[in-house]
């Protein structure tokens, strides 16, 4: 009688194998570590092996991006420009324009969904969809993890999320992001 291979779970040609549902060929890793795929020494960022570029936003630039009742007359051009500019980095380290701009259309996604609602309801759309808004903060930390963005953007877009609480002030934070990939676009040619 002809030989078969077995296989733990049976079908496509194969008989049942043993009942523990392992196959007796198959040796196990014999109690060594598993060496982590992504590990890479003498960096932090799991993938490239290089540390990660910190932040050319600072603290006051990031206070300068504010989307409450006080906001500065300043908010779509001048800040908006230099943000544009430390975003880009002058240094040929790009972000990725297709990233930037999938950021931005969600943003400008969940801003039309709540602006088109009238008056009061618009309050509560935005407090329905408030959630899936804040959830563009991971969304980031995504990219950059997956080196789509740097650390500079980062920081700017989760700052920019983070400011907003309120129809208001999803609406103005919308308007500094199509300003600042304005300013973008002309920085990178």
């Keep these: 009688m002809e030989q078969r291979k077995t296989h733990p779970g049976g079908g496509a040609g194969y008989p049942q194998g043993d009942r523990s549902g392992h196959n007796r060929n198959f040796r196990q890793d014999e109690g060594r570590p598993r060496q982590d795929r992504n590990f890479r020494p003498g960096g932090?960022?799991?993938r490239s092996g290089r540390?990660?570029?910190p932040s050319r936003l600072t603290e006051e630039d990031l206070a300068k991006i504010d989307f409450g009742e006080g906001f500065s007359s300043d908010i779509f051009s001048k800040i908006a420009q230099e943000a544009a500019e430390k975003v880009f980095g002058g240094r040929g380290v790009k972000n990725k324009r297709t990233q930037l701009r999938r950021f931005y259309d969600e943003l400008a996604m969940w801003s039309e969904r709540v602006q088109q609602e009238p008056g009061?309801?618009?309050d509560k759309k935005y407090k329905e969809f408030e959630p899936f808004i804040k959830m563009m903060q991971a969304k980031v930390a995504y990219a950059l993890g997956r080196d789509h963005?740097?650390?500079t953007f980062n920081a700017l877009f989760s700052h920019c999320v983070d400011k907003i609480n309120a129809p208001e002030s999803?609406?103005?934070c919308k308007l500094f992001m199509e300003a600042f990939m304005g300013f973008y676009r002309m920085y990178e040619k």
């Design 149 to 151: 963005i740097d650390a």
């Design 120 to 122: 009061k309801e618009r």
């Design 44 to 46: 932090d960022h799991p």
């Design 51 to 53: 540390q990660s570029e």
């Design 170 to 172: 999803l609406k103005r």
